[in-house]
C-alpha cells in the first residue's frame, strides 16, 4: 500500500502540469469543476456569489485529501461570509461554503496512514461550494457512507451540543426554550435537552413544523404564526425559562429576555433576523437590558462554532454515534418540497439560500453533488 502510495505521490507531481490525473479505481478527475465564489460583498447572496466554471481541480499537498463533496450544506451564515463580517480583510474573490461531505479521491502521502481513495469522509473547511475541496487530513471525518444526514452533525450539531454543554448547564428538570426550534441546529437542541430530561418548548412558523418537533419530544411548540410567542410564555410558563437556545434575533429576542427566570440563561447562537440587512442586525430594545439581568441575576452570553474547535471532533464523534445507533433524529431538508424541485448541483444552492431565509425549511438544509457519470467509486 505505501509503495502504491508512493507511485501515486509521484503521479500527481508529474500529471499537474496538465492538471489531469486518474484516481485509485481508474476514474478520471477532470482538468475543471464549478464552485461558487463571493465576486462582491454583499449579504445579498445572489449579488454577492458567482457560480465559476472551467476552474483547475486543487491538488492535494502531502497531508490532504481531495474530496468530491457529494453534498454540501447551507447556513444562515453563508451570507454573513459573503457580506465579509467574519473577516473584512479578505478581498474577493474568495471561495465560499463551509461544511461537505463525500468521497476521497486522491491524498497525499502522509494522509494516506490514515485515509483511502474511496473512503466516505465529512468535514468542516472553506471552499466547500465546490465540486472537488482539498481538505486536510486532520480535520477530516471518516463518516460511514455519505448518508446526508452525516452533514448535519458538522456545524448544526456541534453548535447545538457545545453550546449547550459549556453554557447551558442543563440540568434535570429545567426548562428550555428552543428558538427556531424546526431549524438545522434548532432540531438537534431540542434533542439534547430532552435528553437531558429537560421541559422543551420550541417555536416554529406552521402546523406541520410543530408536527415535527413532538415528534422529536418537543413538550410545548409554539406556532408563532398562529400564537403569540410572548403571550404564551407568559400564560403557561409564569416562574420562567431557565435557559434559552436563541437564534432569531430581534423581536424574539426581547420575548427571551423577559422570559427568563431568575438566573437563566439566554444563549445567543445567531439572529438570523437581522443577517440580510445592511449592518446583520434586526432592532432589538436594549436600552433596558442591563437592569432586566440585573433584577433576574440572569445572563446572556454569545457562542461562535469557532472558539470552540478544540472540541469539535469530541461533539461530532459523539453525535455520529448517537445517529448511527438510531437515538438521535438528523432531519435533512434537500428541497423536495420546493416549486423549483430538489437542491442538486451548485447552481441550486442560491435556491437553497432563498428558501432558507422564506423560512420553508424543516431540519438542515442540504444540496446534493450528483456524482461524476464516470466515477467508480
Not at 429545567?174 to 430532552?194: E, I, M, P, R, S
Not at 437556545?245 to 422570559?259: I, N, P, T
Not at 445567543?268 to 433596558?288: E, T
Request: charged share 20%; hydrophobic share 40%.
Amino acid at each position: 500500500m505505501r509503495r502504491l502510495a508512493r507511485a501515486w505521490t509521484r503521479a500527481i507531481v508529474d500529471l499537474s502540469y496538465a492538471r489531469h490525473f486518474l484516481d485509485f479505481q481508474g476514474s478520471a478527475i477532470p482538468r475543471a469543476m464549478q464552485k461558487l465564489q463571493v465576486t462582491r460583498r454583499s449579504p445579498d447572496f445572489r449579488e454577492a456569489v458567482t457560480l465559476r466554471s472551467h476552474c483547475p481541480v486543487p491538488l492535494p499537498g502531502d497531508g490532504d485529501l481531495l474530496v468530491r463533496n457529494r453534498f454540501v450544506g447551507v447556513n444562515a451564515s453563508d451570507i454573513n461570509y459573503s457580506a465579509g463580517r467574519y473577516d473584512p480583510s479578505v478581498q474577493p474573490p474568495f471561495d465560499i461554503g463551509f461544511e461537505g461531505l463525500g468521497e476521497v479521491v486522491a491524498l497525499g502521502l502522509s494522509a494516506s496512514a490514515s485515509f483511502a481513495v474511496g473512503q466516505s469522509v465529512a468535514y468542516l473547511s472553506p471552499g466547500a461550494f465546490a465540486e472537488y475541496t482539498v481538505v486536510p487530513a486532520s480535520t477530516a471525518i471518516p463518516v460511514p457512507d455519505v448518508r446526508p444526514e452525516f452533514l448535519t452533525l458538522l456545524v448544526s450539531g456541534a453548535t447545538a451540543y457545545i453550546s449547550l454543554q459549556e453554557l447551558g448547564q442543563l440540568a434535570e428538570g429545567q426548562t428550555v426554550l428552543v428558538t427556531a426550534a424546526a431549524g438545522g441546529t434548532g432540531q438537534f437542541a431540542v434533542q439534547l435537552a430532552k435528553r437531558a430530561k429537560c421541559h422543551v418548548i420550541g417555536t416554529c412558523s406552521s402546523k406541520d413544523k410543530c408536527a415535527f418537533l413532538k415528534t422529536l419530544g418537543c413538550d410545548r411548540p409554539i406556532n408563532h404564526r398562529a400564537e403569540t410567542v410572548g403571550d404564551v410564555l407568559k400564560r403557561e410558563y409564569p416562574a420562567g425559562v431557565d435557559v434559552v437556545y436563541e437564534s432569531v434575533g430581534g423581536a424574539m429576542f426581547d420575548v427571551a429576555v423577559d422570559a427568563l427566570a431568575p438566573r437563566g440563561r439566554l444563549l445567543v447562537i445567531g439572529f438570523i433576523s437581522g443577517y440580510q440587512s445592511p449592518l446583520g442586525l434586526a432592532p432589538v430594545n436594549a436600552g433596558a437590558l442591563p437592569a432586566k439581568l440585573l433584577r433576574k441575576s440572569a445572563g446572556v452570553q454569545g457562542f461562535f462554532l469557532n472558539h470552540y474547535l478544540s472540541r469539535h471532533r469530541e461533539a461530532v464523534d459523539h453525535l455520529l454515534q448517537l445517529c448511527t445507533q438510531g437515538n438521535l433524529v438528523c432531519q435533512v431538508d434537500l428541497g423536495d418540497k420546493d416549486p423549483e424541485g430538489r437542491f442538486r448541483g451548485l447552481e441550486s444552492v442560491f435556491r437553497a439560500v432563498d428558501y432558507m431565509y422564506k423560512g420553508k425549511n424543516t431540519g438542515k438544509i442540504v444540496v446534493e453533488l450528483p456524482p461524476c457519470v464516470s466515477s467508480k467509486l
